[in-house]
């Protein structure tokens, strides 16, 4: 895909955040509404889309590609512990800002943005591979990232038994199992599951709208961040993945194209619930989140 077909795929998804920026200035958004989407998207629609991915055995790949996926994604999210233990020393800051650089750098927004841009550069098609790319990130984000946000462990086992996990785990062991699951329950599952990229778009503009952004542009740290989150990584793994020679090489571009996402909206949730940086963690997230309307397309182009 060519950089303007990218950039225009991206337009369309900026319209979408755009929409919920202008929900929240109009007083639509914001606030408990926000919450309660968020609730919607996180235990209704997002559990849906990924057993969607997986309701026709027929179509599913074979155990050994799935776990090559599954390799990929310790490398993935490898890569990504990596840059968050040597990354944080060189930027410098409080001990809180460094959690926020620690999250950043391991948790890109591989769910409320990664998805619709993985279908709109890869197809539909390409959504399976994604789900199981995506598979640790709840483990991970709400178990190590409330530790390195808050600089204490907030680990509970309740966070293993989210809908998202749970929703996770089935598809994976519906994919291994290649069981076909009744054509309605594909459809159901379809119909609820097509409202998440549309919701997760508004939800995340409504976000950006409440967003503390003074000083944000001028701040070296985070221009450093940005740059090492949106293009260094995304570089380092391709390289990786290389080397490795995954296959189907689709699974390459699809982790490069997720590796290439800003900071996961997740991030200030945990950081207002765990007394981190609530305002460096925002910042980061918007500065990521605009800045990538760019860096995307040239990842898409340089790395694919």
């Not at 993935?76 to 650089?101: C, I, S």
């Not at 709840?138 to 989210?162: C, D, E, H, I, V």
């Not at 996990?165 to 069981?179: D, E, F, N, T, Y």
């Amino acid at each position: 895909m060519s950089f303007l077909d990218t950039f225009f795929e991206m337009l369309v998804i900026l319209f979408g955040i755009g929409a919920g920026y202008l929900a929240r200035r109009l007083g639509y958004l914001g606030g408990e509404t926000d919450q309660k989407i968020s609730k919607i998207l996180l235990n209704i629609t997002v559990p849906c889309l990924i057993i969607a991915t997986v309701s026709t055995g027929d179509n599913l790949p074979g155990v050994a590609e799935i776990l090559s996926v599954l390799k990929v994604a310790v490398v993935f999210y490898g890569m990504g512990a990596l840059a968050a233990a040597v990354v944080p020393r060189l930027l410098g800051g409080t001990e809180k800002q460094k959690g926020v650089w620690r999250y950043v750098l391991v948790f890109p927004n591989v769910a409320f943005i990664g998805y619709p841009v993985i279908v709109a550069i890869f197809g539909p098609e390409a959504l399976f591979y994604a789900v199981i790319l995506v598979l640790p990130f709840n483990l991970l984000s709400y178990s190590l990232g409330p530790f390195m946000l808050s600089g204490r462990a907030k680990f509970r086992w309740q966070q293993l038994t989210t809908p998202c996990i749970i929703a996770s785990v089935a598809a994976l062991v519906i994919a291994l199992g290649h069981i076909s699951l009744p054509a309605l329950v594909g459809e159901c599952t379809s119909f609820v599951g097509d409202l998440t990229t549309p919701l997760s778009l508004l939800i995340v503009g409504s976000l950006l709208a409440g967003l503390p952004v003074k000083q944000v542009f001028t701040s070296p740290r985070m221009w450093m961040l940005t740059a090492v989150r949106l293009l260094v990584l995304p570089a380092l793994l391709r390289v990786v993945l290389g080397w490795m020679h995954v296959e189907p090489p689709v699974v390459a571009g699809i982790a490069v194209i997720l590796m290439a996402m800003p900071a996961a909206v997740n991030g200030t949730l945990l950081s207002m619930e765990y007394n981190g940086d609530t305002e460096c963690m925002a910042q980061a997230t918007f500065l990521t989140t605009l800045v990538s309307i760019l860096t995307i397309p040239v990842v898409a182009v340089l790395f694919l």
